[in-house]
């Protein structure tokens, strides 16, 4: 005969009941607090959140990334990723996705936004399963401002270390970067056993431009006796304001005769611009070139002056004319 309850059983029977439907109920409210604690962590974050399947599909998604793409919240659900992601294909997004673990990955990439524009992205993602499906939980940030700062800061580095090396009136290398430019270029001349030459040219009777024409017309000459230089120049060559009217030239892997020939260019070049310093004018300007070939394991010094001497040789010879070694 099966036992009755007494009162006392089913009263300490209830209250059980009521203990298990208290904690379960406890347990709902923590469990709700928690949800929206982390709704509202996602949605006050100041990065962009996106949930996606490892389908590419939007689960879930904070406001902030909307935001940065510039959907609602509604278009962002209907999106797959690769339709965003401006740097991989959609077979590389595939498998980042399905490669995902909770170990988490960080990356830089490029999102596409629904205008067309592109922004930098700094990608933060992990997997993980939630009701059996596999779910990779990215934060995204915005660095394009970032960016933008590195990009200006290295283009400002630049211009200060050409402003270091470079002539402000011809944008010819200046005289400090031609020495140690020459060394580079010896070094590289005695290491593979290749010829290097040495252009030194000063300009013709400068002075008297100047005292007849005054500083700034000289001036305008200097600037565009540079432009016409660098028009000479091949991709290997380097030329210099060395000081004053007084220029150089480091031609690399040129031998003698091919030195001399790109003097003789140069001096022509120089002689066809046509400056006109007053009205009705138009004034020719002429320089004296000395050429000089390194000669193995020399000192660079010892180079300079061979081709200044001879710069000097062309001036005592009459002028408007190249000298060089093989002429002595």
């Known amino acids: 005969m099966a036992h009755k309850p007494t009162y006392e059983e089913l009263e300490a029977q209830v209250l059980r009941l009521k203990d298990a439907e208290r904690e379960l109920r406890e347990m709902e409210e923590m ?19 996106v949930v996606l399947d490892e389908n590419g599909s939007v689960y879930a998604a904070n406001k902030r990334f909307a935001e940065m793409l510039g959907y609602t919240e509604e278009e962002l659900r209907r999106l797959k990723i690769w339709e965003w992601d401006g740097r991989l294909s959609k077979e590389q997004l595939l498998g980042n996705l399905r490669r995902a673990n909770t170990s988490g990955h960080s990356l830089e990439t490029l999102h596409r936004c629904k205008n067309g524009a592109i922004i930098d992205v700094e990608l933060s993602y992990n997997g993980a399963l939630y009701n059996g499906r596999k779910m990779v939980f990215c934060v995204c940030r915005d660095i394009s401002a970032r960016k933008r700062m590195e990009q200006e800061l290295r283009e400002s580095e630049q211009k200060y270390r050409e402003l270091c090396i470079v002539d402000g009136l011809t944008n010819l290398y200046n005289a400090r970067h031609f020495h140690s430019h020459l060394k580079m270029e010896i070094n590289r001349a005695n290491r593979y056993g290749q010829p290097l030459a040495l252009l030194f040219f000063d300009l013709d009777d400068f002075k008297k431009y100047n005292d007849v024409y005054g500083h700034v017309e ?3 000459v200097l600037s565009r006796i540079g432009e016409v230089v660098k028009r000479g120049l091949r991709q290997t ?3 210099f304001r060395y000081g004053g ?15 001399i020939t790109a003097a ?3 001096a022509d070049e120089l002689y066809r611009e046509v400056f006109s310093p007053a009205s009705g004018e138009d004034v020719h300007i002429t320089c004296s070139i000395g050429v000089a070939l390194y000669r193995p394991n ?12 001879l710069m000097y040789r062309a001036k005592s010879e ?6 060089a070694e093989s002429v002595l």
């Open 237 to 239: 060559d380097s030329a």
């Open 298 to 309: 020399e000192a660079p010094m010892s180079f300079v002056q061979r081709a200044d001497l």
């Open 318 to 323: 009459g002028k408007n004319r190249v000298c």
């Open 218 to 220: 000289g001036d305008k």
């Open 31 to 49: 469990l709700q607090d928690k949800i929206t604690l982390w709704q509202l962590l996602i949605e006050q974050s100041k990065d962009g959140i």
């Open 245 to 259: 009217e007084e220029f150089a030239v480091i031609l690399p892997m040129t031998d003698l005769p091919s030195a």
């Open 264 to 266: 003789e260019r140069l």
